[in-house]
């Protein structure tokens, strides 16, 4: 077969494995070469859409019987306090196809637990990735994994209402098989520092979001996932979804977190939210409000 042709056929097998979570997806081979795939990607996107849905009133208010608005603080790295480094460039696929997400160490007392978003972690199928190719780099920047390098991954935590509807819930919780390059018995997050995290946030929030697009319209940043892009601004709380207007985060801005009261000199703030995709239609790049006690499931899931 023709190379360039069967070339394009693998990037278009890529992006189908991936939907609805095309937003996360590249190949790391032609992602730079070939524009074609890009082309692709934008159409697929178009198709998959979230269709705006009124579920029998199911608002919020009853998931919020049993909530407990939760704030938990942002941790400070205790390796080397004034280095916080808790957002990296997550790697997902298999031994044919990678995907790019960005991810983010979270404050637990587990210590390796990072959130992303759900679709990162499974095939078109819902089908769950091996974790063997699954890999995190928190402080990755310019092409050069950070710190720590590239960590594994031990376990993954997805709502099961994703897993039947993917437009569901579309945020994960991961577990890292860190292991203390110091011996001394030290969790991930006391090397990075980790963010804190609520469920409290309303309309008009001041915001921060950092991730490794690809496309989009970012400005100010090198769009090609694998430099550390920065976005600023206030967001908007709809019914189901905070976004960004008029900006499109791109591909492998997945799982990005949406940071309020971010703070500059620690590098660290409140995950609120994060990314799971651009809307076309609407102009938007949307973030799921999450259910506090899906949310706690998963960490049960991950730690207990
Ligand atoms: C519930 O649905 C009904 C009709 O389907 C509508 O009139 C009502 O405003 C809805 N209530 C809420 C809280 O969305
Ligand atoms: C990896 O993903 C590609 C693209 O969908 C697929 O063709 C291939 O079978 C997958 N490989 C494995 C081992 O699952
Ligand atoms: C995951 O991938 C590894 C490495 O290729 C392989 O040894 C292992 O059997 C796979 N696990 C599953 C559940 O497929
Ligand atoms: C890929 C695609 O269809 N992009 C469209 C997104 O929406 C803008 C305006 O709303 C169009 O100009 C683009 O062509």
Redesign the pocket.
Known sequence: MNKKFSSYLLIVLIAMLFIPGIASVISQRNIISDTLAFRTL??I??TTRFNKRNKGNKTRNENKINSRNVIVPPFSSVVNSNHNYPIGRFLTGNETTIGVCTASVINTANGNIGLTAAHCLIDRDGKQYNLSFLSFSPGYDTETNGPLGAIPVEDVAIPYTHLVDPRENDYALVRFAFKDPNRGGARLQDYTGALGWRFDIGNNEPTCVFCYPVGGNLEDCIRDSKHLCKWQGITKKRQNFYVIRKVDLGYAASGSPYISQYDTETNLGYAYTLMTRYI??S?VSVGKIWDENVFFGLLLRLTS
């Open positions: 934008e159409k996107k178009e076309n239609t102009e």
